[in-house]
């Protein structure tokens, strides 16, 4: 449970915002919930039985009260359902209820004792209770009656009718599209809230896909398969992750019912569903459920349909192009989508006293994009948020000793080689990235060791500026990895890749632009530079923290950690952490901050620490907010309390979630929408923030930095869990924004503030390759992008 106390509380509003920021009308996927009998009230009773029953004895628990409800009735619990080990009701009856009921033989007595009412008043926007759960109990009961299922737990909803609506038979391909619906409080209002889901599946069922392998070798198969998701073809069409693939056991195989009697998966499938399986010598798929690990449920691979996408159906244009069709819906499409299915649901939950109310109007604001500073020059982006490198760049360089690496069979890969030497040398001097002759690496073969061992001998004791590899697409895998260890964390080298399909573009002096800014970025000369928002001292320090799982692999996960060591946001300091398998907190940022700061101090002459330090936290859900002040925040606070008993910088941790459902829609015009009336909608222009009505008591907000240009964008969550800072809530916002353009590896803004974004690419370069550290030569440069 959160604590609410400590979460703090929404700053005021300066007068800088109307001089920042113009207003805009929105509409939003959430729709305002009231009891259409305003005395509805939640009743929680207690039940107690005489003999007891064990509390895991839930079917006979069921069953007793199944038995019992005629006579409870009679005694005025009218209407009721069971939940758990308490009975919930709209009846409130103060007297205790008595009944009796017979099961196998034994006559047990059933005590009912009223415990609690709760109300709408008593909705909390931290707390779940029964009013909360009955809502969300009605919402799903009404999407039933109309027919649709729960697919996973996460409140997606399909209609099994319409499965064969949206196929792609080009591509053996379906799209099952439905709806998510989630309850929700803001500023003490409650909110229904609605969006399209989809869900793409595979003309092929898993046996299918284990035939098309082509392999006979089990571990290959189970490479392939394992991890990928599969539905089932049958009852309520579930969905399983597949965790194991046991090759000892086939349909023919025994298990044992709840009653304890034994039957063979094939007799079962017959019994239970009247479907007969065809091949009986194939494997079983095994699930274990996440939430009780020793419960384990197979499968079998013939009656599981595969979903998703492959990686080669990933890598084909048309195919994606297809798909998008019905998954990447325009802001118009999403919200008929949405509004339909609003409609539907209305009438459904009226049976149930609940009022579903159409008022989407939502107020936010649009703020200024920061200028662009490259060069001798200064840009201001429109309201997509993108600009060019046409011009020098804020910070240009001179690569005059690097190495250039490859596997030469002959005259034909050393043209290929010099053509994007040319390219880069060529595009790079228009821009003021002036890149010398490399020297050559030439291999006679692809075996990494014998690069590796190479580039040893080559480098000796003088190790140049940056090692460029190019490698054949088929080789990336293999090789991309240990070349990264090999310079990141053994040498201390910068390095850039070169896949062979540069060669292939259609505009190589494009790219060959790209590679000639990324390899100056990691040297640590920044492509351009955006000014700081006013009010914002100049010795602040602005940190960015993500976390990487390859849990398919079964790797351990790894947090990056990035600060910015000046105002400018133009130096780093970098430092990956590895961590459990899955472990979402770390116990390691208090020593990070430490270091950041220490780093901080040494890169501004020892002059001074920073006095104000801002947290960006992405990689943690709403669940894990206390658990996240218990732990990194509480270090982070004991950290900086600890540099010095005088040092006392302003602090303030927000807490990203980029894995939300809200969405918000721009009206042509700029007005609200009206009833009735056909009204074309957009997505939000760059620099959008929400901060009322659909927001919590406390302080948080939405942005949408990026401007989409296909399907619906998605806002990022911002959620402040530590404030000690004297900001105006409208810095926070300019802020963020701003950091939004310092990603120097994408012109235009990003969907979180560069720090966070170089934390990601960190843990993920990390955690996805050699999971180590990195050398101490790199910690200071924007190497992982």
């Known amino acids: 449970m959160q604590k609410i106390s400590d979460l703090p509380k929404r700053p005021a509003r300066s007068q800088r915002l109307e001089q920042i920021s113009r207003r805009i009308n929105l509409i939003s996927n959430h729709f305002p919930i009231k009891f259409i009998q305003q005395n509805q009230a939640i009743n929680i009773y207690a039940i107690d039985f005489d003999p007891p029953i064990a509390d895991d004895a839930r079917k006979l628990r069921e069953e007793i009260i199944r038995q019992a409800t005629k006579n409870l009735q009679i005694q005025g619990l009218t209407e009721f359902t069971l939940r758990g080990k308490n009975i919930w009701s709209s009846f409130n009856i103060k007297d205790r209820l008595i009944a009796k009921a017979t099961f196998q033989e034994q006559e047990y007595i059933v005590i009912v004792e009223h415990k609690k009412e709760y109300t709408l008043q008593d909705l909390s926007e931290t707390v779940t209770n029964p009013v909360t759960q009955s809502i969300n109990v009605a919402v799903k009961k009404s999407l039933k009656e109309m027919g649709m299922i729960e697919i996973g737990r996460q409140s997606k909803f399909y209609d099994p009718r319409n499965i064969e609506c949206n196929r792609i038979n080009e591509h053996g391909l379906k799209v099952w599209r439905g709806v998510k619906t989630s309850f929700q409080i803001y500023q003490g209002m409650p909110f229904l809230q609605i969006d399209f889901a989809s869900r793409v599946l595979r003309d092929q069922t898993a046996l299918q896909f284990m035939f098309s392998l082509n392999t006979r070798n089990i571990q290959d198969i189970k490479n392939d398969m394992i991890g990928l998701s599969v539905l089932a073809a049958y009852g309520n069409c579930r969905i399983y992750r597949i965790d194991e693939i046991d090759f000892s056991l086939s349909p023919l195989n025994s298990f044992q019912l709840q009653d304890g009697k034994s039957i063979t998966y094939q007799e079962y499938y017959k019994q239970r569903y009247n479907i007969q399986i065809r091949d009986l010598q194939q494997p079983l798929l095994m699930y274990r459920d996440k939430r009780n690990i020793d419960k384990i449920a197979y499968l079998v691979p013939e009656l599981m349909i595969m979903t998703g ?11 994606m192009q297809s798909v998008a069709k019905y998954t990447k819906l325009t802001p118009q499409q999403r919200d008929d989508e949405i509004y339909g299915f609003y409609q539907n649901l209305k009438k459904h939950l009226i049976k149930q006293n609940i009022q579903l109310s159409d008022d989407q109007n939502v107020s936010g604001f649009q703020i200024q994009a920061p200028r662009i500073y490259m ?28 190495f250039m690496v490859y596997q030469s069979r002959g005259k034909n890969d050393d043209d290929d080689v010099d053509f994007i030497v040319q390219e880069l040398q060529k595009q790079g001097e228009r821009i003021g990235i002036r890149i010398e002759k490399p020297y050559y690496v030439m291999l006679k073969d692809n075996n990494v060791q014998n690069w590796l061992q190479r580039l040893t001998a080559e480098i000796g004791d003088k190790p140049p500026q940056i090692i460029v590899t190019f490698v054949n697409e088929r080789d990336k895998d293999r090789i991309y990895g240990h070349i990264k260890k090999y310079c990141f964390q053994d040498q201390g080298i910068s390095h850039q890749n070169i896949l062979s399909k540069f060669l292939k573009t259609k505009n190589p002096s494009s790219v060959a632009s790209k590679i000639a800014q990324q390899m100056s ?27 990487y799982h390859k849990l398919l692999s079964n790797k351990r996960s790894c947090m990056g ?74 270090q982070m606070k004991n950290a900086i309390k600890s540099i010095n008993k005088n040092y006392n910088p302003q602090f303030a941790v927000i807490m990203i979630n980029k894995k939300i459902n809200d969405r918000f ?26 901060a009322d009505k659909i927001t919590s008591s406390y302080f948080d907000y939405f942005i949408t930095a990026q401007y989409v240009t296909q399907g619906t964008c998605t806002p990022t969550h911002y959620r402040v869990l530590e404030n000690t800072t004297n900001w105006s809530e409208e810095l926070f916002w300019q802020l963020t924004y701003y950091q939004c353009f310092n990603y120097q590896n994408w012109t235009g803004a990003v969907r979180v503030p560069s720090c966070v974004q170089y ?27």
């Open 309 to 319: 996408l492959t990686d080669r159906q990933r890598s084909d244009y048309k195919c």
């Open 759 to 785: 934390a990601h690419k960190l843990a993920y370069l990390i955690g996805d390759t050699y999971q180590g550290s990195i050398h101490k030569r790199l910690a200071h440069l924007q190497c992982c992008l």
């Open 665 to 690: 829609f721009m009206v042509n015009g700029g007005g609200q929408q009206q009833q009735q009336q056909k009204i074309q909608l957009t997505n939000p222009p760059s620099g959008t923030v929400i």
């Open 561 to 634: 950690f990035v600060a910015y060591l000046e105002s400018e946001c133009l130096n780093t300091f970098a430092k990956p952490i590895i961590m459990r398998e899955g472990q979402e907190l770390c116990h390691e940022v208090g020593r990070a901050i430490v270091e950041a700061i220490s780093a901080y101090f040494e890169r501004n002459g020892k002059k001074y620490l920073p006095d104000t330090i801002i947290v960006f936290r992405d990689g943690v859900g709403n669940a894990q907010i206390e658990a996240l002040k218990q732990t990194e925040i509480q």
């Open 375 to 402: 060069g001798n020059k200064e840009y201001q982006t429109d309201q997509s948020g993108f600009f060019m490198v046409k011009d020098p760049v804020f910070q240009g360089s001179h690569i005059q000793d690097w």
């Open 521 to 547: 970025i990691k040297l640590g000369n920044p492509l351009w530079t955006i000014p700081k928002p006013n009010g914002i001292s100049d010795k602040t320090m602005i940190v960015g923290i993500d976390i």
